[in-house]
């Protein structure tokens, strides 16, 4: 079975596909989608570190996590190798309206493993548009070089979304869960709906 039957099978379920035109907007602006892309990585790292510290105590989530967090962080080197290589500014963060407006959609209160798993869900969900948004670059973008390297990277983030969607299972009520990731899926498409195309963000 290849990664795109696994991945299939285990839905990445997005309510709205990206906008083909996204990838030609994006070659356009390959610096600031690079740079966008390296802090994507910074922070995708940063969120398991974060998971980590705060249910320090559940060590399956603690050991799955931990590989995670470096290669999240190989990957931040890597693209700041891309930009590098092609004498591109590696610029500064902007606002990822994006991630803030699901950060919003985080219930807040409830017990422990509501909690968990909100934040799970969330990650799930970064890591499921990345996964998509890669695999378009890899089969659209000009370059052959950032082709094989967004394939590969494709093929990371599913297994990320995968592993997050698990995690919490494992620790809430599996229907509860997928209850829950059916909301988070319709308003992750009312978002990208509202802020549109933008070919200068991964997201």
Known sequence: ???????????????????????????????????????????????????????FDLPELVDTLTPIVSEEWGHFERV????RKRELRFGEPRKDE??????????????RWQQ???????NALIEARSCERFKLL??????????SFYYELMISEAGHYVTFIELARKYQDPEKV??????????????????????????
């Open 1 to 55: 079975m290849n990664w795109e039957e696994s991945t299939r099978q285990k839905m990445l379920h997005l309510k709205l596909p990206t906008d083909p035109r996204w990838v030609n907007i994006a070659e356009m602006q390959i610096e600031d989608i690079l740079t966008d892309h390296a802090y994507c990585e910074q922070k995708a790292a940063s969120s398991c570190i974060s998971l980590i510290l705060r249910f």
């Open 178 to 203: 997928n209850s829950r990731w059916q909301e988070w899926l319709v308003f992750e498409a009312e978002v990208l709906q509202e802020i549109g195309l933008r070919g200068d963000r991964m997201h």
């Open 80 to 83: 700041l190798e891309q930009i």
């Open 98 to 111: 994006y991630v803030t407006r699901l950060q919003g959609f985080v219930k807040k209160g409830g017990n």
């Open 138 to 147: 890899s089969k659209n973008i000009q370059d052959k070089e950032l082709q």
């Open 116 to 122: 968990l798993t909100e934040i799970l869900l969330l």
